[in-house]
């Protein structure tokens, strides 16, 4: 049995299917092709899937929307590929809970290392046997229940988070008083480096602020250090 990994590429640009499929093949993968969200579903019902790589325009149901759909019930990586390269495509990837983006036109040696990346950090350990965040940790009067993904103010109100403002409160409570520049953040939440003039981040910061009811003008839980990056300005207590 061949145990390479199995890369699902869903893009209508067929042209962009066969290269990208020819490419990963000679480099070590295997691929099949879906050219939009009904094949894909066909593939993954008949096929052990290991990654999916889903293009974000596509006529009919989109990328967006597909992988909020593989997220409700399954763990499969995805990485996102959008033609605009804006960050809000970036963010709202981010939300539906893909792992990682990359803007077209791509170098297939990006894609290719991407993926490689994306399958280290998913399967380093069986999904059954991946450890979950058990710990309740609070800083500043807030409680942040990871196992349970709950947030809850300091007045008791239960604060509704992203998958993405999730990964990103994570990042700065596991780095209390530390200031996390845009490249290690972004890698603590995608395992990937920022890309010039990527904004996402920062409107990420700019979203949990709010959730936090941190003062965007002056905040003083979420401080943005001048030409470094944000740190989280409280101590963080672990509850039992």
């Given amino acids: 049995m061949d145990t390479n990994p199995l890369i699902l590429i869903v893009d209508d640009d067929r042209d962009i299917r066969e290269l990208t499929a020819d490419y990963l093949n000679k480099n070590g993968l295997r691929t099949a092709l879906a ?6 579903a066909r593939q ?3 096929l052990r899937v290991d990654l999916v790589v ?3 325009m596509m006529p009919g149901e989109d990328g967006l929307s597909l992988c909020r759909r593989l997220r409700v019930g399954s763990r499969l990586p995805v990485i996102l590929l959008t033609a605009r390269g804006e960050a809000i495509d970036r963010i709202l990837g ?10 077209k036109p791509f170098e297939p040696r990006e894609l290719l290392a991407r993926i490689k990346s994306v399958l280290r950090r998913t399967q380093a350990l069986p999904a059954n046997l991946e450890p979950e965040p058990r710990r309740r940790l609070r800083f500043a009067g807030w409680t942040l229940d990871r196992a349970a993904r709950q947030l809850r103010a300091p007045d008791g109100v239960l604060v509704a988070l992203s998958s993405a403002e999730l990964r990103l409160l994570n990042a700065f409570v596991e780095h209390p008083r530390r200031v996390l520049n845009r490249d290690q953040l972004l890698n603590l939440t995608a395992g990937r480096d920022a890309e010039p003039l990527d904004r996402s981040i920062d ?11 941190d003062d965007a003008r002056a905040p003083a839980l979420l401080k943005t250090v001048r030409n470094e990056g944000y740190s989280l300005a409280a101590e963080v207590e672990v509850l039992p």
């Fill in 94 to 103: 981010l939300e539906m809970g893909a792992d990682d983006y990359l803007t």
């Fill in 54 to 56: 889903l293009d974000i």
């Fill in 35 to 40: 050219a939009d969200g009904i094949e894909m």
């Fill in 203 to 213: 409107i990420l910061v700019s979203r949990l602020r709010q959730k936090l009811r």
């Fill in 44 to 46: 993954l019902e008949r």
